[in-house]
T-cell receptor
């Protein structure tokens, strides 16, 4: 059974600082997704990582994938308050159409 | 495109009542997914459809839950009878056929409160 773990679960960081969120998964998969959810809102797709070594960047966020280690990272550079949200990673369960979501990382950026 | 549309946005009901949640997927998407989100259990997949056919309902918690997709543009999730532990946010998501990025697009959700 595919398990997806994220850490940390909660992250409080000061504006301007850098930090990384980690996503580990337990079995083979060929796609990994990062979503953002603002409080009381829906989930919005941020990145899709399709192969080993894939790196995607959008603004202050950069995601990478290491399929051998079954690890993805979401790196935040020089955080700003607008990045405050919950970030989920999700992994395609191999040979199915299911997405298995991690527990989410709640990010809070303060001045 | 208007995106995935869910209704109602909020539903408050009493225990034992029937609840019906509705979803209109993005036009042209072949897959439709129903999720439930709670603080305790996170985001759980309940059921998904491909070309209007239920493929996997192993996440449906009990027989009280049922889902239908009578056509490509409409799906319902019904709870009968509802219980307080069903209180959650229910999301619908849709996706194009397999291949490519396979991104799921989520609706705004229905926040259900069962009193």
């Amino acid at each position: 059974e595919l398990k997806v773990e994220q850490n940390p679960l909660f992250l409080s960081m000061q504006e301007g600082k850098n930090y990384t969120i980690y996503c580990n998964y337990s079995t083979t998969s060929d796609r990994l997704y990062w979503y953002r959810q603002d409080p009381g809102k829906s989930l919005e797709s941020l990145f899709v990582l399709l192969s080993n070594g894939a790196v995607k960047q959008e603004g202050r966020l950069m995601a990478s994938l290491d399929t051998k280690a079954r690890l993805s990272t979401l790196h935040i550079t020089a955080a700003v308050h607008d990045l405050s949200a919950t970030y989920f990673c999700a992994v395609d369960q191999y040979n199915t159409d299911k997405l298995i979501f991690g527990t989410g990382t709640r990010l809070q950026v303060f001045p | 495109d208007a995106g995935v549309i869910q209704s109602p946005r909020h539903e408050v009901t009493e225990m034992g009542q029937e609840v019906t949640l509705r979803c209109k997927p993005i036009s042209g998407h072949d897959y439709l997914f129903w999720y439930r989100q709670t603080m305790m259990r996170g985001l759980e997949l309940l059921i998904y459809f491909n070309n209007n056919v239920p493929i996997d309902d192993s996440g449906m918690p009990e027989d009280r839950f049922s889902a239908k997709m009578p056509n490509a543009s409409f799906s319902t999730l019904k709870i009968q009878p509802s219980e307080p532990r069903d209180s959650a946010v229910y999301f619908c998501a849709s996706r194009q056929r397999r291949g490519g990025k396979n991104i799921q697009y989520f609706g705004a959700g229905t926040r259900l409160s069962v009193l």
